[in-house]
């Protein structure tokens, strides 16, 4: 069963415009991490951050904001003032703990076009 | 963080041939992670890879069609066996990078190994 649920498969937007990418996971672990990873069209998957299941802080880095609610299991993440440079593919991924340790396991993805 | 170098960054194959993938960590690790990316999916492991022992593969993943070979916790090589034209992927290595005392660390991935067959 999938584990990681990435519904959008594209968002357009116009540069300058907030784009919000939505994560919805499943996991009956109480310890678990949640990724988000960029993949250019270069391919290289570029960490976003790591948000711990303990840890419902939103955060924020320059442009970039996640939003965390385990009362409905989803990460979402959000683009502020979308630059051409945002264009790729996000991944949403879940790692649970024990023997999924270090296993992760990676939404459909969320491609992102952004247009001048 | 860490840097892995991995290699070959791309290849095109002859079907039944095999093509061995190398990452090469400039710190040492404990767990080594194998991931494949079909055309436009997503990514899906492959395999764990740990020194000293035999890798763990996931379903449907097989050790006589991808071996693994981990000689010390730097490197690590992914073979692909009796290549098909399905196999044709991006093939890519993967560490837990504790990265230091920060808290926000995630795992490192290799730049990929673009694989076709034809």
Not at chain 1, 3 to 25: H, M, P, R, W
Not at chain 1, 95 to 114: I, M, N, P, R, Y
Not at chain 2, 29 to 57: C, D, H, K
């Amino acid at each position: 069963a999938q584990k990681v649920t990435q519904a959008q498969t594209e968002i357009s937007v116009v540069e300058k415009e907030d784009v919000t990418l939505d994560c919805v996971y499943e996991t009956r672990d109480t310890t678990y991490y949640l990724f988000w990873y960029k993949q250019p069209p270069s391919g290289e998957l570029v960490f976003l951050i790591r948000r711990n299941s303990f840890d419902e802080q939103n955060e924020i880095s320059g442009r970039y904001s996640w939003n965390f609610q385990k009362s409905t299991s989803s990460f979402n993440f959000t683009i502020t003032a979308s630059q051409v440079v945002d264009s790729a593919v996000y991944f949403c991924a879940l790692s649970e703990v024990g023997d999924s340790w270090g296993k992760l396991q990676f939404g459909a993805g969320t491609q992102v076009v952004v247009t001048p | 963080s860490a840097v892995i170098s991995q290699k070959p960054s791309r290849d095109i194959c002859q079907r039944g041939t095999s093509l061995t993938i190398q990452c090469q960590v400039d710190s040492q690790v404990t767990m080594m992670f194998w991931y494949r990316q079909q055309p436009g999916q997503s990514l899906t492991l492959i395999a764990t890879a740990n020194q000293g022992s035999e890798a763990t593969y996931e379903s449907g993943f097989v050790i006589d069609k991808f071996p693994i070979s981990r000689p010390n916790l730097t490197f690590s090589t992914l073979t692909v066996s009796n290549m098909s034209p399905e196999d044709s992927s991006i093939y890519l290595c993967s560490v837990e990078d504790f990265g230091g005392v920060t808290a926000n660390y995630g795992y490192t991935f290799g730049s990929g190994t673009r694989l076709t067959v034809v």
